[in-house]
Nanobody, 117 residues
């Protein structure tokens, strides 16, 4: 049984911060490439950040310098720290895990982030 559960979303004012969590069960996240995606209403799902099993990080240009992806292997949880939030960051945020060698990939159900005054 594999499950990814996102949490930490909510309503925040522009310039504020949120930390999203992705709690995994059924897999050990230290072995997977972990990613965050987001999807705004009527838009395609957009890649936000990547964390490899070797702890290399990559970010979309739109969030670089503001967002940080990290993990806690003991808690089997991936995080997305979001600072200096903008209204255009409003979206449902999804956690993704991939292990290419066995063609395994998993998605969470998403958590809503709304940035508004």
């Amino acid at each position: 049984q594999v499950q990814l559960v996102e949490s930490g979303g909510g309503l925040v004012q522009p310039g504020g911060s949120l930390r999203l969590s992705c709690a995994a069960s059924g897999i050990r996240i230290s072995m997977y490439v972990m990613r965050w995606y987001r999807q705004a209403p009527d838009k395609q799902r957009e890649w936000v950040a990547t964390l490899t099993s070797g702890s290399t990080t990559n970010y979309a240009d739109s969030v670089k310098g503001r967002f940080t992806i990290s993990r806690d292997n003991a808690k089997n949880t991936v995080y997305l720290q979001m600072n200096s939030l903008k209204p255009e960051d409003t979206a449902v945020y999804y956690c993704n895990a991939v292990l290419t060698t066995i063609a395994a990939y998993y998605w969470g159900q998403g958590t809503q982030v709304t940035v508004s005054s």
